[in-house]
């Protein structure tokens, strides 16, 4: 968990010090940081895109690039991560890692996605059946009777 983290906040951008009087920044939600000190507020990068997006309705991700400094790698990486969402008007949109279907946003479409997770919870459920199993639950032929008994004591 932790390194997932850290490679987080390397990715987005995390600012942690205050470039205006050098306080701590504190995480403020939706990308937004404010400094205890002073109160200056800043972004990491998605929320940078977040603005840009909010006041440039349909903006492409090379208009974003270019106008904020964010790489189009890191707004594909939020768009896959369901951070933000292609426009219902956008002419390019994303692809299902599994069927090819155009999706605004994630990795997989609704149908592959419920196939995904059915087929984790199945795997799942079994794997905890061989550990119960493994438990010593499956024994035969030693149903009441003793596994231990104590002879010379």
């Given amino acids: ?9 390397d990715q987005y951008n995390i600012p942690r010090v205050c470039k ?3 306080g701590v920044l504190v995480f403020k939600g939706v990308g937004e940081y404010c400094c205890e000190d002073c109160g200056e507020l800043d972004y990491d990068d998605y929320g940078k895109v977040r ?10 991700a090379a ?10 790698r890191s707004i594909r990486h ?7 969402e292609v426009a219902k008007d956008s002419r390019t949109f994303l692809r299902c890692e599994v069927c090819g279907k155009s999706i605004r946003s994630g990795q997989y479409c609704p ?3 419920i196939t995904i997770h059915r087929n984790l ?6 794997q905890i059946k061989r550990n119960i199993q493994g438990a ?4 035969k032929g030693e149903e009441g009777q003793r596994r231990f008994r104590r002879e010379n004591f």
């Fill in 1 to 9: 968990m932790r390194t997932n983290r850290l490679l987080l906040e």
């Fill in 20 to 22: 205006k009087c050098g």
């Fill in 51 to 60: 603005l840009y997006i909010e006041e440039h309705k349909g903006a492409t």
């Fill in 63 to 72: 208009q974003i690039e270019s106008a904020i400094g964010v790489s189009q």
């Fill in 78 to 84: 939020m768009l896959k991560e369901g951070r933000l």
């Fill in 111 to 113: 149908e592959c996605e």
């Fill in 121 to 126: 919870e199945a795997e799942q459920r079994a």
């Fill in 136 to 139: 010593g639950m499956a024994q």
